[in-house]
């Protein structure tokens, strides 16, 4: 399946559950109310603006003085007057000027998360050492699935289908300074030539240094807990890692399927609950991020005796496992 063809489901299944997608918003700060118990009437229960409509670029200033923000002096503490309880709902600021209560709110707006700032937690991602060069570009007539290839004049070359005539290609080598990426079409294309099949197609189309991007892979794993009152962060928010073991996505989508479930179970939305959440995910998630840049230090390094296929199986079995 093509990913603009998924992406349309799951706004769909997201509308037809009874949300709001508000595209083109983003937080600019977050205040908590009353402690109590989860109210079944709050305004908002659950909020989906928050989610996936967050930018890590956005503006946003955290205030140290109104009664419950988030403050400076006290990191992350989503409260009321400072009395340190967990606050019955989340108040927002939109960047539109609009503001809404909700019960919960979820930072998954990515590495550079915008939340995972409003909310005082302070790990940054790290460079891993390896940069990848990606276009999105023509689809040659015969690919029909996604490839990859290891070694070559790159640690990874790789292409999938976004379409029935677009696809994404990209080749990871060693990280350069951004500033010193010079012509992009020119050095993409060299390092393509190194690869035949599809790949000569691909490389006639690599003309346009506008439609390239070039980044570093990055990892970051906040420690628990990954809460700061009833704002939580998930998914690349609170854990990344380069894509030597192709668990990223999987694990921001098992951070979302476990907290729905603890959620739809629960009675209260206290600590305890997001205790529970950090149990099954914390030090599952760790395992992959470690693992992972272990698997890209080896091959920057050239580690020839590395136990690939036993690292790879190990984290294959646990990940195999409900979580």
């Known amino acids: 399946m093509n990913r603009p063809e998924l992406a349309a489901i799951l706004a769909a299944a997201m509308r037809e559950a009874g949300a709001t997608i508000r595209y ?77 209560a909700y019960d919960l709110v979820v930072g ?13 937690v302070e790990a940054a991602p790290e460079p891993v050492g390896m940069g990848i060069w990606r276009i999105h570009t023509r689809r040659p007539k015969d690919v029909e699935r996604t490839d990859l290839i290891y070694g070559g004049p790159c640690f990874i070359a790789g292409y999938c289908p976004t379409g029935a005539d677009t696809m994404y290609a990209y080749l990871v080598e060693k990280a350069r300074p951004r500033e010193d990426a010079g012509d992009k079409a020119a050095h993409m294309r060299a390092l393509a030539a190194g690869y035949g099949g599809a790949w000569d197609e ?43 073991l192709a668990q990223g996505a999987a694990q921001c989508l098992e951070d979302a399927a476990v907290l729905a479930e603890l959620l739809l179970a629960a009675d209260r939305l206290d600590q305890g609950l997001f205790d529970a959440f950090m149990d099954r995910r914390h030090d599952r998630v760790k395992a992959v991020v470690e693992a992972s840049v272990r698997l890209a230090r080896w091959q920057l390094d050239g580690v020839r005796d590395a136990d690939v296929p036993g690292l790879m199986g190990e984290i294959a079995a646990m990940v195999s496992e409900r979580p």
């Open 24 to 100: 083109g918003l983003t937080v600019d700060a977050v205040s908590g109310t009353a402690p109590g118990a989860v109210s079944d009437t709050a305004p908002g229960a659950v909020s989906d603006t928050a989610p996936g409509a967050v930018s890590d670029t956005a503006p946003g200033t955290v205030s140290d003085t109104a009664p419950g923000t988030v403050s400076d002096n006290a990191p992350g503490m989503v409260s009321d007057n400072g009395s340190g309880a967990m606050s019955d709902t989340v108040e927002v600021v939109f960047s539109d000027g609009t503001t809404g």
């Open 108 to 120: 998954a707006d990515g590495i550079r998360s915008h939340v995972r700032a409003l909310i005082g």
């Open 202 to 244: 691909i490389r006639a189309d690599i003309t346009d240094p506008a439609r390239i991007n070039y980044t570093w892979f990055e990892s970051l794993l906040v420690e628990r807990p990954w809460n700061r009152g009833r704002v939580v962060l998930i998914g690349d928010a609170a854990h990344a890692c380069p894509p030597t």
